[in-house]
Nanobody, 125 residues
Framework: QVQLVESGGGLVQAGGSLRLSCAAS???????MGWFRQAPGKERDFVAA????????YYADSVKGRFTISRDNAKNTVYLQMNSLKPEDTAVYYC???????????????????WGQGTQVTVSS
């Protein structure tokens, strides 16, 4: 069993930055990881993903150039650096683990096996 715990959310003004962290425990961490977000009344959407060794990353078009996903396998942690935040980035952000070790990354929720509880990010205008 894997436990994922997100942290780093909060309230920030438009144009500001936040860094989210997702700490994993319970089993080896060397799998693909993703970040998703869910705004009120909307579906949970893909944000970014990173391969097991950090060699491959993929982003949603809406965050490309503003967000950066990274990982530190020695610390069992994946990060999401969010810059130039916009009010439309307001959502609960979730990290998730996909038990694959290849370079291919998925944007689909059902492909991910474990999920964190989420952290709220609110961007004021």
């Amino acid at each position: 069993q894997v436990q994922l715990v997100e942290s780093g959310g909060g309230l920030v003004q438009a144009g500001g930055s936040l860094r989210l962290s997702c700490a994993a425990s319970g089993r080896p961490f060397n799998y693909a990881m993703g970040w998703f977000r869910q705004a009120p009344g909307k579906e949970r959407d893909f944000v970014a993903a990173i391969s097991w060794n950090g060699g491959t990353t993929y982003y949603a078009d809406s965050v490309k150039g503003r967000f950066t996903i990274s990982r530190d396998n020695a610390k069992n942690t994946v990060y999401l650096q969010m810059n130039s935040l916009k009010p439309e980035d307001t959502a609960v952000y979730y990290c998730a683990l996909d038990q694959v070790m290849g370079p291919n990354l998925s944007t689909r929720l059902p492909e991910y096996d474990y999920w964190g509880q989420g952290t709220q990010v609110t961007v004021s205008s």
